[in-house]
């Protein structure tokens, strides 16, 4: 199998088309894959590629569909569901696996399987897209200026962005669940929108940021091994008020016919940013570390729109796994990267 072939699972999705179309430019040939070949066939004739047909679900057919690829990039989420089947199928074929969650149950899972992946000379990694490689980058630039650091806040911003749908069919499952911090080493449940900042990401616009259970909870205490971490996202006051009411109107967005409702607004309305948004979109990161003495150090990068950055990512990550540059067990971005990782990504700087 030539080294520039991997598996691109769930290839019809809005992120993996992305993917498609910067194939060129780092000289990669994926093999396509996903659960509907209705869908799949077309996608493979439009860039002159092959494809499998395999069903999360069918171990069977998913081991076939990985049995002779050196790497899967698995982009079809919720991976809260996802990410579990297609990572046992990589270690019983010795598959190195990669995502693009940004969700702090799929990263501890992953890490609880560490162990497995070792015995089997494979890699996991998650969140190779903006969830989480431009935070994780950050979390461990800061922790190499302050080796010390006990604690950690990262946010970002997403500057005239929007959501694709699988991110909002993510945020969906998410809704009325509450948030997180980590506090000692501890992941600890907090209310939703427990904590604000406003934070000046250097663009000119100090931005009110509400604590929201972001993946970097998993990731950044694995880079870092800081043992306290709250995690941020840009947002409006408005918004703010109305994510706080999830506090208490959790019960009613978990009813199963809310949340199908709410899938159906989702798969009707919501399509992912188009060209133009994505060329006019910025992204926005900020860190903050503090040692016990109440030392601080704070940064700042900024980046192409969410979903671009996401595909430059994960590509560039997918070349790293192919030409040997990995390590066996479950591993981070920054950890086995690097800080300076996001800066490989066309557009993106630190300041």
Known sequence: MATNTFLLYGANGYTARLMLDRLAAFGLRPVLAGRNEARLRPLAEQYGLSYRVADLSDATALDAALADMPVVLHCAGPFSQTAAPMQEACLRTGTHYLDITGEVAVFE???SLHEAAVNRNIMLMSGVGFD?????CMAR???????????????????EGALSHGTA????????????IRQNGRLV???????????????????PCMAIPWGDLSTAYRTTGIPTIET?????????RMARLGNYLGWLVRLPWVQSFLRRQIASRVTGPDETVRQRARTHVWG???????QTVEARQHGPEGYTLTAEAALTITRHVLNG??????????????????????GTSRG
């Open 189 to 207: 449940p907090v209310p939703y929108v427990h904590h604000t900042l406003t934070v000046d990401f250097g663009n000119g616009q100090p931005q």
């Open 109 to 111: 899972h992953g890490f």
């Open 232 to 240: 941020y996202m840009g947002t409006t006051t408005r918004q703010i």
């Open 288 to 294: 903050r570390a503090r040692n016990a003495q109440g």
């Open 325 to 346: 540059n990995w390590k066996a067990g479950y591993q981070t971005p920054a950890g086995l990267y690097g800080a300076d990782l996001i800066l490989e990504l066309p």
């Open 169 to 180: 069919q993510t945020a969906l499952e998410g809704l009325g669940a509450g948030g997180m």
């Open 141 to 159: 630039y800061l922790h190499e200026r302050l080796p010390d650091a006990t604690h950690l806040q990262l946010a970002f911003a997403n500057e």
């Open 132 to 136: 989480v490689v431009p935070t994780d």
